[in-house]
């Protein structure tokens, strides 16, 4: 019998494509089997990272801090899943480089502050930097500052603290251009420098309460009577130059805690801390805080203002074994980890209502086109206890006894110091609008 070829050829060209077909098939069921397995553990890696950005601000370890402490809502997306990055959530890593200028190269540093020339015999607080942890974050550079500042005029807004940040800024910027004192008040506590070549402007406003206050004190602090604070009256030192400012940092804090009678509507509401013989009601000073920072931001979110707003939280002090009025020091040589400090009471005290009212205000400017945003060095500046200027607070302090009781500062930071980072944070939001 004569077999036929074509037919023989057909019939092997069919069990061929029937074998590929089963192998495919096969081959599916087996890849996509497995793809549960392959994606489960990113997956379950967002959703950890996602419930830990919930963690509420009122914890006292630093650890407990909220990476993003305005998320508190479900349906709200964390900086990260933005696709920005978070410059406060970080750690302090070595810096061989150094400070970008030291108290020799830069004669703007405040005595209180240069703690080097007063005789802190350490040096290696001076060698680290900031790092955030989903991102790089270039040092501060005051060419390109500079460059970029053309024009413009700069304002710090605040207490003492605005003064130490504002020397920090002028520093930094004298490695380009020497900055030329153009105003100071009475008492040298508001100043404005002019840069002649970049026709930029900065300047430091004395407000502490940012709202009227009369203050009944001398110069090392001590108060003969209550402040005064007229919590619906903002202090006009600020409000009648803010539209000419293109960018702002301002804040408040700790001055609250000073005993105040408190007035509003020309009445008196009550006060914190006063004498029992004024008869008048405690209202303790978180009452007057919140008022203040809501008055506050309510002007700025309604001011129409063109510029970038940045509102700053309250700086810790790192006081131990006492406080500044009872003995406390500040000795420590180096940067601590996450873990190993607490948040002190009064911080989170103010600590919570700033972020609780800039969360109301951010919500209301971003809807009337108002650039504010939160500079909360608060993470970052808790690990550097050993940035503050102790006992050097004053020249050679132990010169002529080295057991001498003197009066420290843990609250203000040593120039050069760890506040220098926070030009580092501040360069990258105005970069990035």
Not at 82 to 101: A, E, T
Not at 203 to 224: C, H, K, T, Y
Not at 345 to 374: H, P, Q, T, W, Y
Request: aromatic share 12%; hydrophobic share 35%; proline share 6%.
């Amino acid at each position: 019998m004569r077999i036929d070829s074509s037919f023989n050829h057909k019939n092997y060209l069919i069990k061929l494509l029937l074998t590929l077909f089963f192998s495919l098939i096969a081959f599916r069921l087996l890849f996509f089997h497995s793809l549960p397995t392959l994606f489960d553990s990113p997956l379950t890696d967002k959703t950890t990272v996602s419930s830990e950005l919930q963690i509420p601000p009122q914890k006292s370890s630093l650890s407990e801090l909220p990476l993003d402490p305005l998320q508190n809502e479900e349906d709200e997306a964390s900086p990260t899943d933005m696709g920005k990055c978070d410059y406060f959530n970080g750690d302090w890593v070595p810096n061989p480089l150094g400070p970008i200028y030291t108290n020799e190269t830069c004669d703007l540093i405040e005595s209180h502050q240069n703690c080097l020339k007063n005789g802190r015999p350490d040096r290696e607080f001076l060698y680290w930097k900031w790092a955030p942890r989903d991102c790089e974050l270039p040092i501060f550079d005051p060419l390109r500052f500079l460059n970029m500042m053309r024009g413009k005029v700069w304002a710090l807004i605040g207490d003492s603290i605005s003064r130490n940040h504002v020397q920090s800024l002028l520093c930094s910027l004298s490695k380009v251009e020497k900055a030329v004192l153009v105003y100071h008040d009475e008492g040298y506590k508001s100043k404005s420098w002019h840069f002649p070549s970049y026709n930029f402007s900065m300047s430091v406003i004395w407000s502490p309460f940012l709202v009227e206050a009369a203050i009944f004190e001398d110069i090392n602090g001590v108060s003969s009577s209550e402040v005064e604070l007229y919590l619906d009256k903002l202090d006009r030192k600020w409000t009648d130059q803010y539209l000419s400012f293109d960018y702002i940092i301002i804040s408040t804090g700790k001055w609250f805690v000073k005993s105040a009678i408190y007035h509003e509507a020309d009445t008196i509401l009550g006060c914190h801390g006063c004498s029992e013989n004024k008869n008048l009601t405690e209202l303790g000073f978180d009452f007057a805080y919140r008022k203040t920072l809501k008055n506050v931001l309510n002007f700025i979110v309604s001011s129409n203002h063109k510029g970038l707003i940045l509102f700053r939280t309250s700086t810790p002090d790192h006081f131990e074994n006492g406080e500044w009025f009872s003995g406390g020091t500040c000795n420590r040589t180096a940067p601590i980890k996450e873990g190993e400090v607490e948040i002190k009471d009064l911080l989170r005290i103010l600590r919570e209502i700033e972020l609780e009212e800039f969360k109301k205000a951010a919500s209301k400017a971003s809807k009337k086109g108002v650039n504010l945003k939160l500079a909360d060095f608060v993470p970052l500046s808790l690990l550097r206890p050993d940035g503050h200027p102790g006992p050097y607070r004053q020249f050679q302090p132990f010169a002529k006894d080295n057991t001498a009781k003197v009066q420290t500062d843990c609250l203000h930071w040593c120039l050069p110091g760890p506040i220098d980072s926070w030009n580092d944070i501040i360069m990258e939001m105005v970069v990035n609008g």
